[in-house]
Structures are given as structure tokens and as C-alpha cells.
């Protein structure tokens, strides 16, 4: 097949079990009755049925697949309350047999819900347990402030030692039953992931069985990291001291576990250093690097995958598998086989699966982010022509259908690739075939005169948020710094104070976005306009990320003591002062690390933020604090002497 099957039907909000089974019925008859539209959902969903030998519970096989899930078992579990919000409320609510039938019936659970941060911020230590046995992953972290917020991280700074040795203890076995080895090596793999060659070369000497290791949390092996980085050094010594060639994993940029297209049974290290094309050296020697390690991997063994074919150029052997039938696009989240070969530079390869009949966009259903959403990504290869000047694959594309709107997950579309680059020849292409850039392109890229005209419907756009076109454009454009924007828009907006929309608003400039890598020649200075703009319209201790999912409940306070290194000193000097005056609270604990904006300046290590809340009232002792959560504890805890020293000062 081309690609994975995609679900294809939406279930209602309360779905009915003997609804579906009915669906199941009405399917089968139709597919024995040669009916083309059950043809269709069958072949799709169900590769080589046969009508004669078709049964009921091969209908409901499909059904389930449509709804998008892998089985009739795994939908009936969640029309009957296996989801992720009532793994969450079950966790809360301390009900351990609940817990456990749920994740008898549906295992990922475990490892995408967000049902373990709550077990360890609840201090439940037969949940913690039961949750790591069904997959759940301690490493991970809530979005934005990962760090800070792994389950493992979050019980160790707060003294739950029960708790840390439980899920020590899981990761411990399942490093055993993945590798044969005893211990955890989470040291090698950041070496190795971080570019730290010398040290990871230092690790594996001093124990070689590491050549065998697995992360304990993520599916990862030191060849598979090492290939993706396209580090023929180390890939030569894993080789040489045992390590699988075609040992399988999964390799990806997010910190989080990947759910797997059904039937993919991972990478192979040949695999990841074909798809994997890093920013650090793909504008440089990345394809003498790639060819040096698919050469040592292809010598000792490893055999020739899809992937690879494509990133080597191997036209004959991808027509061979072809014709077996044999051939298969498993598409992940940054693309598949038509990715590859642009992100390799490989027109001739691009042009022979478009013949082929593969889908230009790789239209594919994003791994879960939380809930049981069906959320799809497509247009991974159009995105990278559009973000590349790659002018004649791009074209080959949109003539073979590929969507110039395509919304790629979390970065967007081809038009807004281009707009980056300032690309307008791209732009242009684009239009010629329908691209239209959204609301949130024209803000974010400061197309003032354009986002001007949108307001005025004198020109084209898209929505891509859930939002009114006035709160997609204030967005882009509190994101990207353009103050005449966030004015024109704030004239179209009316939320009340409180709202708690005007959290993530407030959040925007903070990230500096269009200057995070310094490389924008636009005025940094605008972001601090924008961002006193909205403090005019809104309560300044208004709170935000407080989902079913996520419950930090922070204040925007809170988020500049934690912001990213982009910011400097002065910036959240600036933000945090323009908060203060606005008449913010310095006494607001969040939900997560139950803790003051003065602890988060204290945890971070932001001494001008420390010595900026003191001045203005924060309370340097907190006896009402939780007491791992005290200023002090979280200054001594995270090694800022500095920051310690400025607290003693204070209570002195």
C-alpha cells in the first residue's frame, strides 16, 4: 500500500455501542453486495478482504479503523468510558480497580493521558506503579515548561523517594527486558543525542555491553541516535562491539512517546539516517556524512529499507518492491518516502513515487497529543520545498495534487514557510495553485498593509485557529511584535478582564519569536509594546494553562521567571516590571509546583527577577509554602548560590 489507513469516520460526542454495531452490519451486507462506497472503506482499512470469507467481526475491524482506532476491543473500551479525561478523573479520585480496567482495555493510556504527572503530584504511589507497568513515560513533561514538570523530576524535587524508586524500579526493568543490561544509561544517550562524541566514546570503553543498551524511557538504541546524527565514528564503534545493525526503534525531535503507524515496527539505524535530516548540518556536508554511515551500516549487514532507497537515490530497487507490491510509505510526523527525497535533494526519486501513485501531501494522523482527538498532518513535502527554494520540486508537487494550503502540525503551511524566507517567488507559485496565506501568516511576518486589507476584506485568507479572524490576527501578531496590528485587532476584541484567553495573548511576546535566533532584522523593541497593550485590557494575575490535560494555572509572572534563554535579563526585567506596575500579585501559587513567582525566579535561577519581587513585596520566607517549595528550598536545591545569597540578604 502507498500510505497507512487514515480514519475516515468522526464518532459522535456520545457515542452508542449498538449504534456501531449496527454500522458493523449495515458495512458487511454492503460489502457483499459489491456496493463501491463500502468497497472503498473496506479495502482501506482492511488490505486483501475477501467477500466470500468477510465475516461480522472483520466489519467491525474496519469501523474501529475508521473511527481511528487499531481494534473493535479498543473503540468498545472507549464508548464504554476508556478515555483519557476518565483515566485522569480515575487517578484523581484514587480509584485503583478503575484505573486498572482501563488500561487493561486500552494501554496507551497510560503513556499519552497525563494520568501520571497527576498520580505524582498526588502522592499516590500504587497508581505511579500501575501506570509505569502499562507504558507511561516519567521523562516527559508538560508543555511549555518541560523541564521542570517530568513525573521522575517533580517527585524528586519534592522529597517523594516511595515514588522515585517505583518508577527507578519500572525503567530499571524494562531496560532489562529491552537490552538484557541492569541499569539505565540515560548519561550515553544525551551524549550521543547532544553531540558530546569524546564522552559517549568515554562511556561505551568503560562498559561496551552499552553497545546493547536501550533508553529506559524512550525507544531509542546508541546506534539509532548515532546514525541520525550521522556520526560514522561512533556508528563504527557500536558496530564493532555488537550492536544490532538492524536493530529497530523509533527516533524522533519530540520529547514524547510516538505512537506507530500499525504495522511499523520502527527505524532501523539505516532508517534513521535516511529520514532524519538535522538543521545543524543539512545546509553543509550532510549527504557526504549520510553516504559515509549508510556505507559502514550497508557493509555490516544492514539491508536496504524504503528509506534509505529513497535517500540513496536507488530508483531500481524501489521499482522492484514496487512491482512485488511490497512497497509501503509509513509516513510518521515529519513525513515519509516524498520527504525524504526532497530533504535529500532527490527530484529524479521525488518524480518516481508521484508516478507511482503515492500521495503528494502524506496526509497521515498525528501521534496523540492528549485526548482522544483525531488530529492529521499533511503537506510534509511541500513544507520543505517551500522552507528550501525548491522551486521545481515544489512545482512537481502541486501539479500532482499536493495541497499549497497543507497545515503541517504545530509549523504550519507552505505559505507561511515562504513568507519566512521571504521567499515571494515561492509565494507566488503558491498562489498560482491556490495557496492563500492565513490571518496568523500576514501578523506574524509584520504584513501590516496586508493584515490591513484582510480587515478591511480587501484581501484573501484563512482561519487555521479556532478563533475570530480579529483573535487570530492579535495573536500573529503579539506572537511576531507587530503593534499596529495588535492595535488594529484589539478594537475588534471583547473579552471581559478576566478571560482566560488573554493568558496565552500575554504569553506571546515573551517568546520574541521573530527574534529567537537573533536572526530578524526587524525592532526587537515592539514585543514590549504589544505586550503592555494587552495588559491595558486584562487582569495581570488572569490566569492560564488549565485544561482537563494540563493544570499548571499559571500567571503570566510565573511564566517570565521560567521564560527561555532567548529573553535576556533586561528583557524579563522589562515584561515583569510592565506586569507590576499593571498591579499583579506576587503571592499567586501555580497548580503543579505549588509555588510564588518569587520560587519560580528562585528555581530558574533569574537573580534580577529574585531581587525585582523582593523589592516589590514578595515574601523571601513563604511559611505557608509547601517546604520543598519555599524560595530557599528551590535556590538551594537548584544550585543558585547567587540566587541564595540575595534571599538571605532580604531576610536578614
Not at 514585543?527 to 497593550?533: G, H
Request: contains cysteine.
Amino acid at each position: 500500500m502507498n500510505r497507512r489507513s487514515l480514519p475516515t469516520r468522526t464518532l459522535a460526542d456520545r457515542p452508542d455501542l449498538d449504534q456501531l454495531k449496527r454500522q458493523a452490519k449495515e458495512l458487511l451486507d454492503a460489502f457483499r453486495a459489491s456496493e463501491r462506497d463500502a468497497i472503498t472503506e473496506v479495502t482501506d482499512h482492511y488490505h486483501d478482504a475477501d467477500k466470500a470469507t468477510f465475516a461480522l467481526h472483520d466489519a467491525q475491524l474496519v469501523i474501529a479503523r475508521a473511527y481511528g482506532f487499531e481494534s473493535w476491543p479498543k473503540l468498545k473500551a472507549y464508548v464504554e468510558g476508556a478515555t483519557d479525561q476518565r483515566l485522569i478523573a480515575a487517578v484523581r479520585a484514587r480509584d485503583l480497580p478503575q484505573v486498572r480496567a482501563m488500561l487493561q482495555a486500552r494501554p496507551e493510556l497510560a503513556g499519552r493521558s497525563g494520568a501520571l504527572p497527576v498520580a505524582v503530584v498526588d502522592r499516590a504511589p500504587e497508581l505511579v506503579r500501575v501506570l509505569m507497568q502499562h507504558g507511561a513515560n516519567a521523562r516527559v513533561g508538560i508543555y511549555p515548561h518541560r523541564d521542570a514538570t517530568g513525573p521522575l523530576t517533580m517527585a524528586t524535587e519534592r522529597g517523594y523517594e516511595e515514588i522515585v524508586a517505583i518508577i527507578r524500579e519500572e525503567e530499571q526493568r524494562r531496560q532489562q527486558a529491552k537490552s538484557g543490561l541492569g541499569a539505565p544509561s540515560d548519561e550515553l544517550f544525551e551524549a550521543i543525542r547532544s553531540g558530546s562524541e569524546e564522552r559517549a566514546l568515554e562511556l561505551m570503553e568503560s562498559d561496551p555491553a552499552l553497545a546493547r543498551a536501550r533508553h529506559p524511557a524512550f525507544d531509542w538504541t546508541p546506534l539509532l541516535l548515532a546514525a541520525q546524527t550521522l556520526n560514522a565514528r561512533l556508528v563504527a564503534w557500536l558496530l564493532d562491539h555488537g550492536a544490532d545493525v538492524m536493530g529497530r526503534g523509533q527516533v524522533h525531535p519530540f520529547d514524547d512517546i510516538k505512537q506507530r503507524a500499525r504495522g511499523d515496527a520502527g527505524q532501523t539505524p539505516l532508517d534513521a539516517a535516511a529520514y532524519w535530516a538535522r538543521p545543524s548540518v543539512e545546509a553543509g556536508d550532510s549527504a557526504e556524512r549520510f553516504a559515509a554511515v549508510a556505507d559502514l551500516l550497508l557493509e555490516r549487514g544492514a539491508e536496504l529499507t524504503a528509506r534509505a532507497a529513497v535517500a540513496l537515490g536507488n530508483a531500481e530497487w524501489l521499482r522492484a518492491r514496487h512491482a512485488e507490491g511490497t512497497l509501503v510509505n509509513l509516513i510518521e510526523e515529519s513525513g515519509g518516502l516524498l520527504r525524504i527525497a526532497v530533504s535529500r535533494n532527490r527530484p529524479e526519486i521525488l518524480a518516481l513515487l508521484l508516478e507511482l501513485g503515492f500521495d503528494p501531501d502524506e496526509r497521515t494522523r498525528f501521534r496523540d497529543v492528549g485526548g482522544d482527538e483525531v488530529v492529521f498532518t499533511w503537506g510534509m513535502p511541500l513544507c520543505h520545498c517551500a522552507g528550501t527554494r525548491k522551486y521545481e520540486m515544489a512545482e512537481l508537487l502541486l501539479k500532482h495534487g499536493a495541497d499549497p494550503n497543507a497545515s503541517v502540525y504545530a509549523s504550519g503551511d507552505p505559505v507561511f514557510r515562504a513568507f519566512g524566507e521571504r521567499d515571494w517567488k515561492m509565494v507566488k507559485l503558491l498562489e498560482h495553485y491556490g495557496g492563500v496565506p492565513t490571518a496568523a501568516t500576514a501578523a506574524l511576518y509584520r504584513q501590516t498593509e496586508l493584515a490591513r486589507k484582510i480587515l478591511a476584506g480587501e484581501a484573501p485568507y484563512r482561519l487555521e485557529r479556532d478563533a475570530t479572524l480579529a483573535e487570530e490576527l492579535l495573536w500573529g501578531a503579539a506572537c511576531g511584535g507587530d503593534s499596529d496590528i495588535v492595535r488594529m485587532a484589539l478594537e475588534r476584541v471583547d473579552w471581559p478582564r478576566g478571560d482566560p484567553r488573554w493568558f496565552e495573548m500575554l504569553e506571546q511576546p515573551l517568546r520574541l519569536w521573530a527574534h529567537g535566533s537573533g536572526s530578524a532584522g526587524w525592532d526587537r523593541s515592539t514585543y514590549l509594546t504589544c505586550f503592555r497593550l494587552l495588559l491595558q485590557r486584562c487582569d495581570p494575575d488572569v490566569r492560564g494553562r488549565t485544561t482537563d490535560q494540563q493544570q499548571f494555572g499559571l500567571t503570566i509572572l510565573h511564566s517570565i521567571a521560567a521564560s527561555r534563554a532567548h529573553l535576556t535579563p533586561g528583557d524579563r526585567m522589562a515584561f515583569a516590571t510592565a506586569v507590576l506596575d499593571a498591579g499583579a500579585r506576587l503571592n499567586v501559587r501555580d497548580n503543579l509546583l505549588k509555588s510564588t513567582p518569587l520560587g519560580w525566579a528562585c528555581r530558574w535561577g533569574r537573580v534580577e527577577l529574585v531581587k525585582l519581587y523582593l523589592e516589590r513585596g514578595a515574601d523571601p520566607a513563604e511559611p505557608d509554602a509547601e517546604p520543598w517549595a519555599t524560595p530557599r528550598a528551590w535556590a538551594e536545591r537548584m544550585g543558585h548560590g547567587t540566587v541564595l545569597a540575595v534571599l538571605e540578604g532580604y531576610r536578614a
